[in-house]
Every structure is written in C-alpha cells, then in structure tokens.
C-alpha cells in the first residue's frame, strides 16, 4: 500500500497544511497584531487611553475566541464563499483560520507589549518621541523575543486547526487522517499523518525558538 | 539671572477610586540657568511627581510650567514633544532600550528628531567619549554594570543637546563610589555646556555634593528653598530639620531609673569593655559618671552607667560586666 500514489498524497498533504498554516498565520496577523497594538495602547494605562475603543475591542476578541473552531468554521461557510467562491480545501479553509486565529493573536500580542517596560516608554516620551515611534521602535522593538516566542505558539495552534479543518473537507494531512484513517480503517495511514503533523510543529518550535533567542540581547553573553 | 524654568502655583492631585492623593499642593519656584538645582524629600513627598510636571509628562492639575517664558499647558501636542527635545532626563533605573547597542541607544533621540543616521553615529561615538565609555559601543545595556549604564543614559540625554536635565534619582541605584563619579560627571557637564540641571533625591549627600540651589518638598508642599549653604546652614523648617540633620533621630532619651556603679581593678584598658557591651546586647547604656585611669596597662576606677528600662536587656548587661571580672553595684536612686 505504500505505492508512489499513496506517498504523493503524503507529500501533497503535507504541502497543503504547511501553505494552509503558513499563510493563515500571516493573515492572521495582518488583523492580530494591529488589534492587539489597539489593545495595548487604548488601555486604561496605555499612551491614549479611551475606554470605549478598548472595550468594543476587548469584547469583540472575546466573542470571536469563545466560539469553537468547528462552529466557526461552519458559521462562517457563506463568508468564505464570498471571498473564495467555494467553501472546501485548502484556500477555503484560510479564511476562518484566519478569523478564528486573529483574536487570539490580538492576545499574545497584547501580553507581549504589556511586557515593555514603562520607564523605557517613558524615557521615550520624555524625549519627545511621538505614538508611531514609540509604537515601533520601542513597543514592538523591545518585545521582538516575546512577540516571536507568540507568533510559534500560533504557527502551532493554527497547525492543529487546520487538521480539524480536515473533518469537513479542508484538505491537508488532518483531511487525509481523517478520510483514510478514520472512515478506511487504514490506521497506518492515520501514523504517519500524525507523525508528519508533530515533525511540523517540532521543527517550527525550533526554528522559533532559536530566533527569539538570537534576536535577545537581554541575556549577557 | 534668566529664569529656565518658572513654575507657579502647581497642584497635582490623583483621583483614586477611593480616594484623592494630593500629591503637589500649589508650588512656586524659579529654576535659573545654569543652576544644579536638588529637589529632596523623603519618599512619598511628591518630588518625583513635580519633576514630571517640568516635561508635561505629567500634566499639572492647576498652576503653570513655563520653560524659557513659554507655558507648555499652551502648547500643542507637536509643540510640546519639540520642547522636550531639549529637556532630556535620566531615571533611577536607567530606562535604556535593552535590545540596543550602546551606540544605537544613544542615537535614538537622534532619530526622533529626524537627524542623519551616519551623522547621528558620529555624534553618538563624540558623547560616548565624553562619558568615558568609548570600548563599550557595541555592547547591550544587560552587559554593563549600573554606572556604565547610567552613563550611557547621559550621553543618551546630551545627544540632543538640551538645556535642561532632569535627574530622577538617577544615583539612588548606584553604591557610594559610582554615585561619585556619576555626580562629578554631571557637574562637568553643567560647567562645560551650561545645562540647567534639576536633582530629584532623597540622599543629603547628593545635594551636599553638587547642588547649588535646593528646594524641599514636605508631603507635597514646598518647605524651604534657597542656596544650599542657607538652607542647610539655618534650616527653618521641621521637614528640613529633618532632611538636614538625617541619622539624628536614631538618638533617643534614656529613661531607665536603674543605675549601676562598676570599679575597674584588673581588667586590661585596651578593652572596650563597655562598647562591646553595647554591641553584644544592642542597646544603649548612659556613661553618668567615669573616672578611670590607665596605669601600665590596667584600667583602674570606677565608672556610673544608667541601664535601659527593658529588664531582661539591664540584666544581660549587669551579667555581661561581670563576666568581664567587674565589680558592680546596683545604685538605689543614683542622681547624676
């Protein structure tokens, strides 16, 4: 059974949730990051605090990560439809990997920020630096580690999605696990997926990793 | 003179949930150019708020902050931030960038106002000699001690040449030496540039050392002000009695009504019997009388020492003393 068809869809398979992932994540934080800078700077301590943006905001995020991702991706199969025109594979399944992931971005990018310490904020302000500049030379700069260490831990939940997209026809290996696996009966299939799907998110864990730390100079030496 | 900074009738109050904190109540003090100006006060007293109402970081809740004659509560929000350009200010923990070079540290005010990056870096490397730091360009704020970092925030605040810096307890991290270098630092550069330069502290001894002006602030008021030799010569003021004569309060009253009389006959007088006695049982004993002589070595005579109320301290002192080999002798009603 492990003829060039089977290993061909493998490989195709692995290929599609790594695009599928990938480029969720980027569009995912497209939204996120912004959203989540908004979150940060309309705070009650924040460098423009206005209450009424912060909590449309706050509650808008909290709507969105409260529903399931399965609901969502059904929820929104008419959205998808109009931006993708059809509502199964790959490329369909982006847009609520997206929007399902954004808000969730919005938070790990809020609680990087929030890390930033405010002396260095303020020496910033007492220097007559204006909002863009301390958004991003000092906010997003001095929480590059933090942010990093974030966007590995979303590469790999929106991995894990993509797989559960997998049970209503999203394509990738969570689609091959479930249609071979799981309606076939052909568990060996099933191993090898799971196992693909683990090397993936091992190796973006490392390669994450590694960067956060090269990239801090935080640590001495 | 020319007044740098004039600050008239300045109030700052915190509104808590629960309650408002009057932090600065209605102060008026002119800042000339040129001065090294101290700001003391025991914490809490609102030194750290008035000095954040001289760059708007804090805005004043009434009262107004003129820098050179121009109000800044007048200013627009562009305005403002071109002013503080020229007020730079360095902090007790340093506030540098930590995922900078030195060097890119430095040019950071550089970019804000727009400048060059070649000229910036030129000038970021003159500043980094000026502050005696020139080998440590290409290393990260985590590889330096606190003084080499404070320096690096110096130089950071001279990169734009401002007329004024404030110091917000910019020693009060450092030990004893650094703290030294630091404030001769800071004194080289108001001589050699003319900075107008505001101390905010708590430590006597860094007014003592560099300030030619000192105000004190007292639970949000303005106590007394004036030159430092005025006001630390003839303090007028409670606040500034207890500002200028720190460490005196440890002094107290003795009030003990015991009294013992202990005659030296054998032991040696190059043991300080009594201090170690002090030392060992912590707490003070009163010398009511001493007449005691050295004669080859041994201390002879006889000395009266009034005992600390606390029983069980007087009686560790008695059994101190006659361990020592000393005669003692309670005195009923002894009158010194």
Redesign the interface.
């Known amino acids: 059974m492990w003829d060039s068809t089977t290993i061909n869809m493998l490989i195709e398979g692995t290929g599609a949730t790594l695009y599928m992932t990938l480029l969720s994540t980027l569009m995912a934080y497209v939204i996120g990051l912004p959203l989540g800078i908004a979150l940060v700077v309309t705070a009650k301590d924040g460098l423009r605090p206005n209450a009424v943006v912060y909590k449309v905001l706050d509650i808008i995020v909290n709507i969105v990560r409260s529903v399931p991702f399965l609901i969502l991706l059904i929820l929104i199969i008419p959205l998808t439809k109009v931006i993708v025109g059809k509502s199964y594979g790959s490329t369909a399944t982006i847009v609520p990997l997206t929007l399902a992931a954004a808000p969730f971005i919005a938070r790990l990018v809020e609680s990087s920020l929030q890390e930033v310490?405010r002396?260095?904020i303020?020496?910033?302000?007492?220097?007559?630096?204006?909002l863009w500049?301390i958004i991003w030379?000092?906010l997003l700069?001095?929480a590059?580690?933090s942010l990093i260490v974030g966007a590995t831990i979303a590469t790999g939940t929106i991995l894990g999605y993509s797989a559960m997209a997998g049970t209503v026809g999203g394509g990738g290996l969570g689609d091959i696990a479930i249609r071979y696996g799981y309606y076939r009966y052909q568990t060996d299939i099933m191993i090898v997926t799971v196992i693909l799907l683990v090397a993936l998110v091992q190796i973006m864990q490392v390669i994450g990793m590694k960067l956060s730390r090269k990239?801090?100079?935080?640590?001495?030496g | 003179m020319d007044t740098m900074i004039r600050i008239q009738n300045v109030s700052k109050t915190f509104e808590g949930k629960e309650s408002t904190v009057e932090a600065l109540k209605n102060i008026t003090l002119d800042i000339h150019k040129g001065d090294i100006y101290g700001i003391i006060g025991m914490s809490g007293a609102g030194k750290s708020t008035l000095v954040r109402c001289l760059n708007f970081l804090e805005k004043p809740t009434s009262g107004t902050v003129c820098i050179e004659g121009k109000d800044l509560s007048q200013m627009t929000e562009p305005e403002l931030r071109e002013t503080r350009t020229k007020i730079a200010m360095i902090f007790q923990h340093f506030n540098l960038l930590m995922q900078r070079t030195v060097l890119d540290n430095i040019c950071f005010p550089m970019e804000i106002t727009g400048c060059k990056k070649k000229e910036a870096r030129e000038k970021a490397k003159e500043l980094l000699k000026i502050v005696d730091l020139s080998e440590k360009a290409k290393a990260y704020p985590s590889q330096l001690s606190g003084g080499q970092k404070q320096r690096v925030a110096i130089a950071r605040a001279l990169a734009m040449d401002p007329k004024i810096l404030l110091c917000d307890e910019a020693t009060s991290a450092l030990d004893p030496t650094t703290t030294k270098s630091i404030l001769s630092l800071l004194k080289d550069i108001n001589k050699q540039y003319g900075i107008t330069i505001v101390i905010i502290t708590h430590e006597m001894a860094v007014v003592q050392e560099i300030c030619s002006h000192v105000a004190i602030i007292d639970q949000g008021n303005l106590a007394e002000h004036g030159l430092v030799e005025d006001v630390f010569s003839r303090p007028q003021t409670q606040a500034a009695k207890k500002l200028v004569f720190q460490g005196d309060h440890h002094h107290t009253n003795m009030t003990g009504k015991r009294c013992i009389r202990i005659v030296f006959t054998e032991n040696s007088s190059f043991e300080p019997v009594i201090g170690n006695m002090v030392l060992e049982c912590k707490a003070p004993a009163n010398i009511l009388l001493a007449d005691t002589q050295d004669i080859n070595g041994i201390a002879h005579g006889q000395m009266i020492l009034q005992l600390p109320e606390d029983e069980q301290i007087a009686n560790r002192m008695i059994h101190y003393l006659e361990d020592r080999k000393l005669t003692v002798e309670e005195l009923e009603n002894y009158v010194g």
């Open positions: 310490d002396g260095v303020e020496a910033a302000q007492s220097m007559g630096a204006g500049t030379k000092v700069a001095e590059r580690t990239l801090d100079k935080r640590i001495t």
